[in-house]
DNA sequence: AACGATCCCAACCGCTTGTTA
DNA sequence: ATAACAAGCGGTTGGGATCGT
């Protein structure tokens, strides 16, 4: 049995909203505030919407901090390294871009980024020189850092994993650049993705590896060779963890359980959420 | 001018996560 | 402990706009 659905949808308006209907929201909005509650907000408001549709409308569009379109050389730029370092976590990345929501930078990259990153591995491939950044700039203290919570603020172009399901259970390791690190795989190996061999034409492979890893798991599954390309290295890591200096999780509760097993390495732990 | 192909983005859908009773 | 609910999130889709022939 599936959940029930959150409004009636035989009852409210459904489809492009209208400018009354947008402006409708945006006044009570700004009398009132969201108040918390976007289910009740609605009637409250006087519209024949869902809550969740006025919620998706305010935050995708009504809020006035919002920016439309015009993405810079320095936002495409991060958006790319971002993606390369923890993969289609759209809020994430769209948290480090101010203005920008989930939704406009999701678009944003299937639409144009997407096709501009594969034209570069194309051109990196054949030995062109797409550079993707170590460090991706810095637009703004508050777009410094992968972690919404307090931590270091490195990134890395890194192999993202193939598979959205696959970054269930990330933990991530700022390795220290003393780590001495298992071979670089051939850019084939790497599924050709545009990370891959951007990356790799710009040396950034392997100095990106000399800083920020991901990984899939930290102990055991033995999914871990096929998910990250760099398993030898991490091979009795429960040893090696030791030498990281700072680690990522999904969230408090996977830190928390790492934590309380060993399993967290010494030194700077932060959760991605 | 007409038509089809492609692009773009707002909106929806359904799943996951967090909170509360 | 668990069920119910709301919010958050990412994937997908519908349809208008634009482009190419």
């Not at 976007?38 to 919002?66: E, H, T």
């Not at 810079?72 to 991060?78: K, N, P, S, V, W």
Request: proline content about 8%; aromatic content about 8%.
């Amino acid at each position: 049995m599936g959940r029930a659905p959150c409004c009636d949808k035989a009852r409210v308006k459904r489809g492009p909203w209208s400018p009354e209907e947008d402006e409708q929201l945006r006044s009570y909005v700004r009398r009132h505030g969201i108040g918390g509650n976007w289910i009740a907000l609605p009637q409250k408001a006087g519209l024949n919407r869902c809550g969740k549709s006025c919620r998706l409308r305010w935050l995708n569009y009504l809020r006035p901090d919002i920016k439309h379109g015009g993405y810079t050389e320095q936002e495409d730029q991060l958006i790319l390294s971002l993606y390369s370092s923890i993969g289609s976590r759209w809020s994430i990345i769209a948290s480090k871009l101010p203005g920008r929501t989930d939704n406009d930078v999701k678009n944003y990259w299937n639409t144009k980024l997407k096709k501009k990153a594969a034209a570069a591995a194309v051109v990196g491939a054949t030995g062109g020189a797409f550079a993707a950044p170590a460090t991706p700039p810095a637009l703004s203290p508050a777009s410094s850092s992968v972690t919404s919570s307090s931590g270091d603020a490195r990134f890395a172009a890194y192999p993202p994993q193939p598979q959205a399901q696959q970054h269930q259970g990330l933990i991530r390791f700022d390795a220290p650049r003393s780590t001495e690190l298992a071979p670089v795989p051939p850019v084939a190996q790497l599924g050709g993705a545009a990370w891959a061999s951007s990356s790799a034409a710009a040396g950034g492979a392997v100095a990106a590896l000399d800083d920020d890893v991901f990984l899939p798991d930290l102990v055991g599954g033995g999914a871990v060779e096929q998910l990250f390309p760099y398993g030898d290295f991490y091979a009795g890591l429960q040893d090696r963890a030791l030498e990281l200096s700072a680690c990522y999780f999904p969230n408090m509760a996977e830190m928390w359980g790492a934590a309380a097993s060993d399993a967290k390495p010494q030194g700077l732990c932060n959760t991605l959420t």
